[in-house]
């Protein structure tokens, strides 16, 4: 890729399969998992699982279509780099646009999470601080931002083993029955639920907007795709049974902390403040990889002039589009200041669904000779995003389109200046 006539500047590939799982699963086994099941819970009770499972079905759809497309196109930016080869520089931008805009406010999200668990009364100070310290270690380099997701997924994966465990060993009396109550399931409800569970799965693009800094990108980033979705599927289904075992949907859907109350009522009362701190780390681990894919996609579009041409640069000894870090956590670190994002989590989710739609439809243009997958895997991604995505609370639904709108506004405002 070129810009201004002179070679871009490449980043260094020194993330093996190993790196970029544990990159992936630090993305999707994260604050989800401790927050969205009670939303779920309330749009459709037990019927969570079979949303949770519709979730899981859609989500491979877009890993298989982001991974043969990240092994064609291993260059940062993701979807947008696949909107923009495939079907049109519109659609890549607007994927994009979608991704860097909704995924910064997801990080302001993700940081107020940190304060909401580690110091309640002073939740925008700890925000602020997580954001700022998080972006200083992607600014020393990818590798550092990999050896402390590493360190975060294997803490939170030993909570959430402990709350499976807690709930299966101590266990309620009522726990069969509380798996088998599917009275008042409707389908919009078990919709709404997929689409809320799918929130958590969004990470595994993550890889793919590494793609220019992994180590032979054909093989690794489809394995590391699939291994990190298989991997996380399984954890996401033993702590939702585990937790619609011990507590019942209603209890679920009537608590903001269902793993803390699980634990309490299974009578492992000294766990409680281990899953706290499990909760911190996973949204701390959420943050360092959402930092990370957003300034990837930020340098990406800045190299073709969508974003201030500053932020295309790559620092000489990190090796890292380092003002694109920072242009990403200081914007981050504003809103976690002043704003309370949670409402904000229904349009980015709608921003988000939108990203994949356009990998998918980008996936469906493949020609054998590249590598194609079988057409019903993009086309029903596609589909199920599109389906989902409408099935979100109308405020998400108009919030998202209008900012969608937005952007394509000052898309084509720039191509009439220009001519």
Not at 183 to 194: E, M, N, P
């Amino acid at each position: 890729m070129t810009t201004g006539g002179q070679p871009a500047k490449q980043l260094r590939r020194t993330l093996g399969v190993g790196d970029a799982v544990v990159i992936g699963l630090s993305s999707m086994i994260g604050a989800g998992i401790f927050a969205a099941l009670a939303p779920a819970a309330r749009a459709a009770g037990a019927g969570l699982l079979i949303g949770l499972a519709a979730a899981g079905v859609l989500a491979y759809c877009n890993a298989s279509s982001s991974a043969r497309l990240a092994a064609l196109y291993p260059a940062s930016g993701g979807t947008y780099v696949y909107g923009r080869e495939r079907l049109g520089e519109f659609w890549g931008y607007l994927a994009g646009w979608g991704f860097v805009v909704g995924k910064t406010a997801s990080c302001a999200a993700m940081a107020l999470t940190v304060g909401t668990y580690a110091w309640p009364a002073h939740a925008h100070v700890v925000a602020v601080t997580s954001v700022l310290a998080l972006t200083v270690v992607n600014y020393l380099g990818v590798q550092k931002s990999t050896w402390l997701a590493r360190s975060i997924v294997a803490a939170v994966l030993l909570v959430l083993t402990a709350v499976v465990v807690a709930a299966f060993v101590f266990g309620a009396p009522d726990l069969a029955a509380n798996l088998t109550t599917w009275h008042g399931i409707s389908a919009g409800g078990v919709l709404q639920s997929a689409g809320l569970l799918f929130f958590a799965f969004a990470g595994y693009a993550r890889i793919a907007t590494l793609g220019e800094e992994v180590r032979d990108p054909a093989r690794t980033i489809p394995r590391a795709i699939l291994i990190a979705l298989a991997v996380t599927l399984a954890v996401y289904a033993g702590v939702a049974v585990a937790v619609l075992g011990v507590l019942g949907p209603r209890r679920v859907a009537s608590t903001a902390t269902p793993l803390v109350d699980a634990v309490r009522i299974a009578g492992a009362g000294w766990l409680v403040p281990i899953v706290a701190v499990g909760a911190v780390l996973a949204a701390l681990g959420s943050l360092l990889s959402l930092l990370l894919g957003v300034s990837r996609t930020a340098l990406a579009m800045a190299r073709d002039r969508h974003l201030p041409r500053q932020l295309d640069a790559v620092h000489s000894r990190f090796a890292v589009p380092h003002r694109a870090e920072l242009a990403v956590g200081l914007v981050a670190a504003s809103l976690a200041a002043t704003v309370d994002l949670r409402g904000a989590i229904g349009f980015s989710s709608f921003a988000v669904l939108v990203y994949y739609a356009v990998a998918n439809a980008s996936a469906f243009t493949l020609r054998p000779e590249e590598g194609s997958l079988p057409k019903f895997i993009p086309v029903f991604g596609a589909l199920g995003c599109v389906v989902v995505a409408f099935a979100l609370p109308l405020t998400s639904v108009i919030a998202g389109a209008a900012f969608l709108v937005l952007g394509a506004a000052v898309y084509w405002s720039r191509r009439l200046l220009r001519r």
